[in-house]
């Protein structure tokens, strides 16, 4: 448990996803407080009950939502000292098999909800002396080798690390900011992965589990992925890859307009 003094305020994105929820327990559990953010008001209410937090229904892809909900939430809460963007969807889909709707749902969750998210969270932190922390969880699968395998989501997770990547270039002074592509995580996304999968290619979801395993992959609960993510809470900078205990610091810049024009294609 924190002291008063060192208790902080934490904004869960995704806060009723697997990997989101065990964000939130670990973080309560430490006495900070949380503020639970999803879509989904039946889930939100579950868990809010559940931890005793406030909650807000949010559809990260809807932008007039988001500046109403970051509104209310910044009016509510004298400081919210950090943000973790946990919301996410998958897609088993390579781009040549992958309808319009497909895509665009997976892009919009992935990389589009973050950015409508986060530029209006620094909209309000650059206007704030409190300390100051974001953390996007991306994926393993974000770092390249995504050519002919689950190439749609892969893409959004590699896409999702150079939103990462511009706003430590353009907000390192206003917070500490930084990336973590955790490897599989035993969570409802991974039931549905194994499943999708399996339908994709024609074979059961226990010879899909059993591929992995055999390839040597390692599958983490929940709550390691969690606290994974929450070491690299307050670093500026870092993009942290937890299966090969690899910290990467970012520190040159890069051309802003390749995410902001991928942005804005989204809404065309």
């Not at 999702?160 to 900011?177: P, R």
């Not at 991974?190 to 059961?204: H, K, P, Q, R, T």
């Not at 900078?237 to 690899?246: D, F, H, I, R, S």
Request: charged share 25%; net charge negative; glycine share 8%.
């Amino acid at each position: 448990m924190v002291d008063i003094m060192n208790q902080k305020t934490y904004l869960i994105i995704g806060a009723t996803g697997g990997i989101g929820k065990a964000l939130s327990y670990k973080l309560k559990s430490k006495g900070h407080n949380v503020i639970l953010v999803a879509k989904s008001k039946e889930r939100l209410a579950i868990l809010s009950e559940a931890l005793n937090c406030p909650a807000f229904s949010m559809d990260i892809t809807d932008e007039l939502d988001v500046a109403d909900k970051i509104n209310e939430i910044f009016d509510a809460f004298q400081e919210v000292n950090g943000v973790i963007h946990a919301a996410g969807a998958f897609s088993c889909y390579n781009f040549c098999d992958a309808g319009d709707e497909e895509k665009r749902r997976v892009y919009e969750i992935n990389v589009k909800g973050p950015y409508l998210v986060s530029e209006k969270v620094f909209l309000k932190w650059k206007e704030k002396k409190y300390s100051k922390s974001m953390i996007f969880v991306s994926s393993i699968a974000g770092l390249g080798g995504v050519e002919g395998k689950r190439e749609v989501y892969g893409h959004s997770k590699k896409m999702l690390i150079e939103l990462f990547k511009k706003y430590y270039v353009e907000f390192n002074d206003v917070a500490a900011i930084s990336c973590v592509c955790p490897g599989p995580t035993k969570t409802p996304m991974w039931e549905e992965v194994y499943n999708n999968l399996a339908s994709y290619e024609g074979i059961s979801p226990e010879e899909v589990i059993k591929r992995y395993e055999q390839e040597g992959h390692y599958v983490a609960e929940a709550d390691i992925t969690a606290e994974h993510i929450l070491e690299v809470l307050g670093e500026f900078g870092c993009l942290y890859v937890p299966t090969k205990n690899l910290k990467i610091k970012v520190e040159s810049a890069l051309d802003q307009s390749i995410i902001t024009n991928f942005i804005k294609s989204l809404s065309s």
